[in-house]
């Protein structure tokens, strides 16, 4: 996951949180509120009416009955009976509507002057009231159907604010996240042209002053001191193969001059001819050093033309047939439906050439039959080189290293070598923007495939 996705489903989880909480308590206040306030208008009727029952002589139970139906803070399906202090009914307002009670509640009464309970949709309240040293008491029932149908109200008003508030705050918070993060974007786009042949590439400042300019600051500064690094080493390697080449050169002339000139001793004479191969070999693996260090230096130097990709693999082939007869190479081209037949890339063909030599002779070294087949697959946005050969596979630990400059596998003890060769092809063909990978198939096909961009 993207650190933009994880700050955008982070900030818009914490938002839609705190949204739902803040409705969350939004309704239970103003339930809490309307059974409060209800709860405070039951008492008051019901202690209002026992007032007009006890009190005022002039109003008897018709009357008061007549007062309860007729006023205007009457509440729905209303219910109030009042008790005096031997338990008996001494007034009920309305005949039809019914409330629950028993001795228990005004038993309750007597020791708290006030209870309140809920029975279905109705609601109960009971209330002690003292008048001429006795004992009254009043219950009433009614439903707050104005109050419940406002609380219902509100429950829908709060659920489509919070859903639509989510939506908001989700599309809100991945706008302004990708907004703010878009400076990370140019800077991650601008990283991956940095290779190593491309180490005087700079980002570039911003001139804002904010975190990512600091950044992009401390990473050009870190970039300098690494293309420093690269330069000192390239240098190095040059002036150091430089050196060793004329010494080398010396030693061969004068070994070869000692074969042809003196007469020695058979087992002298062999190790002569030893001596003179790894000069041979040193001086060899100098050549792949300062080519290897000649591409990484003129890389943005060197001009890319077209080149025939089948032109070059037979170039190769030649070149290896003049040294190893006996390598047979089967070659095949498959063309994709659809797609004109076009084997050209940009590159250069001197170099591309050692990058397949290189490829070839390794086919042919490490292959038990002194075969190898190349096929070419042609497609509408590459071209595909297929390079296999029948011998030991390598083991993944020595896959891990294969392109690694002097990785040697356990396949190559009978055979000669520096290990240089398929890390030259590597460096080779990613200058040229081709990707080289290894894989195989069953368990003796060993298979190189090269992606050239056409």
Not at 325 to 339: H, Q, R, S, T
Not at 391 to 414: C, D, H, V, Y
Request: include cysteine; hydrophobic fraction near 40%; charged fraction near 30%.
């Amino acid at each position: 996951m993207t650190l933009r996705r994880k700050i955008s489903i982070s900030a818009a989880s914490v938002f839609s949180a705190i949204l739902a909480l803040a409705c969350i308590i939004i309704y239970t206040t103003s339930a809490q509120y309307r059974e409060d306030e209800f709860v405070k208008r039951l008492e008051d009727k019901a202690l209002t009416t026992a007032k007009l029952l006890l009190e005022v002589k002039e109003v008897d139970k018709q009357l008061l009955k007549l007062i309860d139906q007729n006023s205007i803070n009457k509440l729905f399906d209303e219910k109030i009976l009042v008790f005096d202090d031997g338990f008996d009914l001494i007034y009920s307002s309305l005949d039809d509507a019914r409330i629950n009670w028993s001795s228990k509640d005004l038993a309750v009464l007597r020791k708290d002057p006030f209870f309140y309970r809920k029975e279905g949709l109705n609601e109960v309240v009971g209330v002690y009231y003292s008048y001429e040293d006795r004992d009254y008491f009043a219950i009433i029932s009614a439903e707050d159907k104005y109050g419940n149908r406002k609380l219902e109200f509100l429950l829908y008003v709060l659920i489509i604010t919070f859903l639509a508030g989510t939506v908001l705050v989700w599309l809100l918070t991945l706008f302004l996240v990708k907004t703010l993060l878009s400076p990370l974007s140019r800077f991650n786009e601008q990283i991956v042209r940095i290779t190593g042949s491309k180490l005087n590439h700079r980002i570039l400042e911003s001139g804002n002053s904010d975190e990512m300019d600091t950044l992009t600051r401390t990473f050009n500064s870190m970039i300098g001191r690494i293309e420093q690094a690269f330069d000192t080493q390239k240098e190095f390697t040059a002036n150091a193969s430089h050196e060793l080449r004329t010494p080398l050169t010396r030693i061969a002339f004068q070994i070869e001059g000692m074969l042809q000139n003196f007469e020695h001793k058979p087992e002298v004479k062999e190790y002569l001819v030893n001596i003179k191969s790894d000069i041979h070999h040193l001086s060899d693996i100098i050549n792949s050093l300062l080519l290897l260090s000649k591409l990484e230096k003129e890389a943005e130097k060197l001009d890319f033309e077209n080149v025939r990709i089948d032109e070059i693999i037979f170039m190769a082939y030649e070149n290896l047939r003049k040294t190893n007869p006996e390598y047979e190479l089967n070659f095949e081209i498959k063309e994709v439906d659809g797609a004109e037949l076009i084997l050209e890339t940009k590159g250069i063909k001197s170099i591309l050439q050692i990058a397949i030599s290189n490829l070839l002779k390794n086919a042919f070294q490490y292959s038990s039959d002194h075969k190898s087949k190349v096929t070419i697959i042609h497609g509408q946005q590459s071209v595909e080189v297929l390079l296999e050969n029948n011998g030991p596979i390598l083991t993944n630990q020595e896959q891990k290293r294969l392109f690694e400059s002097f990785m040697r596998g356990a396949n190559s003890r009978k055979s000669t070598g520096y290990g240089l060769g398929l890390r030259m092809s590597k460096r080779i063909l990613d200058f040229h923007e081709a990707a080289l990978t290894y894989e195989t198939e069953g368990a003796d096909i060993n298979r190189f495939r090269i992606r050239f961009k056409i």
